[in-house]
């Protein structure tokens, strides 16, 4: 009997994280206009968020660059077709590794930051002093922060991509001697705007919604202690990255089977 009452208890206190965690999510998609009225917020987090994890996205974009410009090379040239190393770059690029990579990083540098920042304002009193003040702390703190995650991600995406093909495009013409007009010309032929970038910048969308509401919710819903915010920051980037991952899986199933 008492497993039974703990096992309905824990299914209870479950169903009751899952429904607050939805009135969030959507309370948080209704504050857009919010936002957009009050827009210096959102550029504030932009600068934050993005700025701040440029330094990452860069380096991490090139150096994979570097490997798949090598790992493509020597897989081509087996075949004879080193020339569509760029095309191999690109798609790997723009269609999996950008969005994917970009979302993971993400977690780790801003989705992190974001969770110890709410949950030290919690911590603090914060947020229920700006509830004393009559001051709705999800549409002045939470919700900015929201929708600058979802601007950030899909840009940071970009840029990861766009420096890992100059870094395709250094190990595989540069270093190797791959002709260059083989490696821009299969590149612009094969990649198609729509189906690959397209496809790309939605999964970038998703995974900056995901990221950043795990974020905010895990920092929203921390024990006010310091013990309460760290193990909330490890669960942002546990639930963030296997979120991340689970999703990429989905996404391009019902992508390329369409």
Same mark, same amino acid.
């Given at each position: 009997m008492n497993f039974l009452a703990n096992l309905g208890f824990g299914v209870r206190q479950k169903l009751a994280d899952i429904g607050q965690g939805t009135r969030l999510f959507l309370r948080l998609l209704g504050l857009l206009g919010a936002c957009l009225r009050r827009f210096g917020l959102v550029r504030d987090q932009i600068h934050f968020l993005g700025n701040y994890s440029l330094a990452i996205i860069t380096v991490s974009g090139l150096f994979? $660059?570097?490997v798949l410009g090598l790992q493509g090379y020597y897989t081509l040239q087996r075949y004879g077709s080193s020339s569509a190393l760029g095309l191999?770059?690109?798609?790997?690029?723009?269609? *999996?590794? $950008?969005?994917?990579?970009?979302?993971?990083?993400?977690?780790g540098r801003a989705g992190t930051s974001l969770t110890a920042e709410i949950g030290l304002m919690k911590a603090g009193e914060q947020l229920s002093a700006m509830d004393m003040m009559a001051v709705d702390p999800v549409r002045r703190i939470l919700a900015p922060r929201f929708w600058a995650g979802i601007i950030t991600l899909p840009i940071l995406s970009a840029v990861f991509s766009?420096?890992?093909?100059?870094? $395709?495009?250094v190990v595989g013409v540069v270093m190797i001697g791959v002709d260059p007009g083989s490696f821009w010309g299969q590149m612009q032929g094969g990649v198609d705007v729509w189906k690959d970038v397209g496809n790309g910048v939605l999964k970038s969308l998703v995974f900056g919604v995901t990221v950043t509401f795990v974020a905010l919710l895990q920092g929203? *819903?921390?024990?006010?202690?310091? *013990?309460?915010?760290?193990?909330?920051?490890?669960?942002?980037?546990?639930?963030a990255s296997l979120s991340v991952l689970g999703l990429d899986f989905i996404l391009t199933a019902l992508m390329f089977s369409l």
């Open positions: 994979v $660059g570097f191999l770059v690109a798609l790997s690029l723009v269609r *999996e590794l $950008g969005p994917v990579v970009t979302a993971l990083l993400f977690a766009a420096v890992g093909i100059l870094g $395709g495009w929203y *819903e921390a024990q006010a202690t310091p *013990e309460g915010v760290s193990r909330a920051t490890t669960r942002t980037v546990v639930v």
